[in-house]
C-alpha cells in the first residue's frame, strides 16, 4: 500500500471519523483507523463496534493499492501539526506504516486489517432519500424526550417509521413524548426501527453540513446513511416500542392559545423557586388570565400572570417545569396550542397551525 494525499484533506476526513475512537485495552484495533485505498479511492473507517463511520475521498494520483490499520490519535495528531498544505507520502511496508511529508518522517505500528470489525455486508429493507435539513429538524424537535439510561432499554433510542409513505420518528422517556412526521416524495417499504441514543446524537453532528441529499438504507438489525463522501452505519436496538397513538389526542379540537414568548418568560421566572427534586409548577388559567405559580421545600412562593384570548372552564394542572421549557425550546411560531386530555393526566402541545409536530407531557398529581 502506498499513495500520497493533501494534508488538509487528510486532516478533515480524519476529524470527521475520529469521535468513534476511544481507549479499549480490551480490544485495542478499536483505537485504530482502517486505512484502505482501492479503485482510486481512498478509505478511512472507525467504529465503537455499534457505529461506524467511513469517508472516502478519491485518489488521482498513482497509487498502490492496499489496506492496514493504525492508531487513529496518532496519525491525527501528526497530520495535525504538519504543514497544512504539504503532500503526505503513506507507505505500508513489513507491518509497519511510513509517513513523510517535507522534513517529518514517521514510522508506526499496524494492527491487521483482517481484525478490523466493520459492516461490509449490508441487505437492505428499504431504502429512500431525504434532504439534510429535514433530518435534522425532525431529530432536533423531538430528541430531548429520549430515555438517557432507561431499565426499558427500547426507550433508549428514537423510533423511525413509515406508514402510508409517512415517515414518523418518535422519542420519549415515559413522562413525555415528542414525534414528528413528513411526507415523503417517493413510495417506499413500510418499516419501524429504533435508532439508539448514540446514534441519534452522532448522526445530528454528522448533520450540522450545508443542504444535501441523504440516501438512507433500511436494514435488519442496521441503519446506513450517505451522507456526501460519508457512509454511517448504526447497530439498531431490538424490542417493540410503546403504543405512542394511544397518547395522542384523537380530535384536537379548541385548543387553548398562548403566546410562545409570553408562557416562557413565565415559566423561567417562577421556575427560580420550583422544587429542587420535583420541578413543579401549577399553571392555572382562569377569566382570560395565566398563571404560574412554584413554591419549594423552603416554603418560597414564586408567582407570575399575563392575559391570553381564554374564557372557557376553570384550568387547573401541575406540571416539570423543564419539561415543558424543552418543548418551548424547540417551538418558534408566536403561538402555541395547548390541549388538556379528558382524564387531565397530560397536555397536548402543538406549534401554531402546524400538527406535524406533536408534544406530550405527562401531568404531576396536585
Keep these: 500500500m502506498k499513495f500520497i494525499i493533501q494534508n488538509n484533506i487528510l486532516v478533515e476526513n480524519l476529524k470527521k471519523i475520529s469521535r468513534l475512537l476511544v481507549k479499549n485495552t480490551s480490544f485495542p484495533i478499536l483505537e485504530n483507523v482502517l486505512i484502505e485505498i482501492k479503485k482510486n479511492i ?27 490499520t493504525i492508531s487513529g490519535k496518532k496519525i491525527l495528531n501528526i497530520c495535525r501539526n504538519l504543514p497544512e498544505t504539504s503532500n503526505i507520502q503513506i507507505e505500508l511496508k513489513n507491518s509497519k506504516i511510513y509517513i513523510s511529508s517535507e522534513n517529518s ?44 439510561q432507561d431499565i426499558r432499554y427500547y426507550l433508549n433510542g428514537m423510533l423511525f417509521e413509515n406508514k402510508e409513505n409517512y415517515l414518523r420518528n418518535v422519542a420519549t422517556d415515559g413522562y413525555r413524548l415528542a414525534t414528528s412526521c413528513i411526507l415523503l416524495k417517493e413510495k417506499i417499504n413500510s418499516f419501524s426501527i429504533i435508532i439508539p441514543n448514540k446514534g441519534i446524537m452522532e448522526i445530528l453532528k454528522l448533520l450540522n453540513i450545508k443542504k444535501t441529499l441523504l440516501h438512507i438504507l433500511i436494514g435488519t438489525n442496521n441503519l446506513r446513511i450517505y451522507i456526501n463522501n460519508l457512509i454511517f452505519t448504526t447497530q439498531l436496538i431490538e424490542g417493540r416500542y410503546p403504543d405512542y397513538n394511544s397518547v395522542l389526542l384523537k380530535n384536537s379540537n379548541s385548543p387553548i392559545i398562548i403566546n410562545h414568548d409570553l408562557l416562557k418568560k413565565s415559566l423561567l421566572r417562577t421556575s427560580i423557586l420550583s422544587h429542587e427534586k420535583f420541578s413543579g409548577i401549577e399553571i392555572n388559567i382562569k377569566n382570560g388570565e395565566l398563571k404560574t405559580i412554584s413554591d419549594n421545600q423552603e416554603e418560597e412562593i414564586a408567582e407570575d400572570k399575563f ?38 393526566s397530560s397536555i397536548q402541545i402543538e406549534p401554531e397551525n402546524n400538527s406535524s409536530t406533536v408534544y406530550v407531557i405527562m401531568l404531576l398529581k396536585r
Excluded: C
Excluded at 112 to 128: K, R, S, T, V
Excluded at 325 to 339: A, G, R
Design 42 to 68: 481512498l478509505s478511512l473507517t472507525t467504529t465503537n463496534l455499534e457505529i461506524e463511520i467511513i469517508a472516502n475521498i478519491q485518489i488521482l494520483t498513482k497509487y498502490t493499492p492496499g489496506k492496514t
Design 307 to 344: 392575559n391570553i384570548e381564554y374564557f372557557g372552564n376553570t384550568i387547573e394542572i401541575s406540571i416539570n417545569v423543564y419539561y415543558i421549557l424543552d418543548v418551548l425550546n424547540t417551538i418558534n411560531t408566536k403561538n402555541i396550542f395547548l390541549f388538556l386530555n379528558k382524564s387531565q
Design 105 to 148: 518522517s514517521y514510522i508506526l505500528s499496524t494492527l491487521p486489517a483482517e481484525n478490523f470489525p466493520n459492516h461490509q455486508n449490508f441487505d437492505d429493507i428499504a431504502n429512500f432519500y431525504i434532504s439534510s435539513d429535514t433530518l435534522r429538524n425532525m431529530i432536533i424537535k423531538t430528541e430531548f424526550a429520549m430515555g438517557k
